[in-house]
């Protein structure tokens, strides 16, 4: 899974519309260069396969900007993707930063049912690595590498625990609450309040 098409995807559903320059300067923004390797050919390619995959629609707005609009299979996409990227762990953490930056759109309850499907993961891999740690006769710098993924699936658990219990204690607006950026198309474009 590609952490740029989940992202993409979110920031077009956020604003309802959204060109190009748009995304890329949120997702800079953000830092994603850094967490996500987001860069902009990866933003205008992923706008282009997104499109070409009938998650998108192009309108064109002005000469030389096109607008892209999530369609109903994009939402569906979009749902897809934050979904695994919230629950599965994996050893690159640009689709966790990417489910992450993106929480707001799943409901409360949601996120922490998705959370606690990574929790169960997360635990899963701490036991198979332990296990595999203790299979004698393996090499010492080998069983190293396990205690390594041991040592970071327990982080992971720790992280996503209290994640949950601040999820259940009210932190950050969820889709559906109040001062929430998860509804779709409820972003507002800098260049619309520039007007103002």
Known sequence: MSATRLLVLGVVRGYGRAHGYLIG???????AEEWANVKWG????????????????????????????LTERGEAEFRR?????????????????????????LSRDEAITLLEGRLAALEAARDAALAERRVP????????????????????IAWTR??????RAG????AGEAGSPGRAGSWQDPESRARR
Not at 25 to 31: F, H, I, P, T, Y
Not at 82 to 102: Q, V
Not at 162 to 167: A, C, N, P, S, T
């Open 25 to 31: 300067n949120d997702l800079l923004s953000w830092g």
């Open 171 to 174: 932190a950050h607006p969820m």
């Open 42 to 69: 990866s933003i205008y390619h992923a706008l282009k396969q997104l499109t070409k995959s009938g998650f998108l629609t192009e309108e064109w707005q002005k000469p030389g900007r096109t607008d892209y609009v």
């Open 137 to 156: 006769g393996r090499p010492g710098h080998v069983q190293e590498l396990f205690g390594l993924w041991e040592h970071n699936a327990d982080s992971g």
């Open 81 to 105: 993707l934050l979904g695994d990227a919230i629950t599965r762990p994996e050893h690159r953490p640009d689709l966790l930063g990417a489910g992450l930056a993106l929480l707001p759109a």
């Open 162 to 167: 209290g994640l949950v219990e601040r999820l």
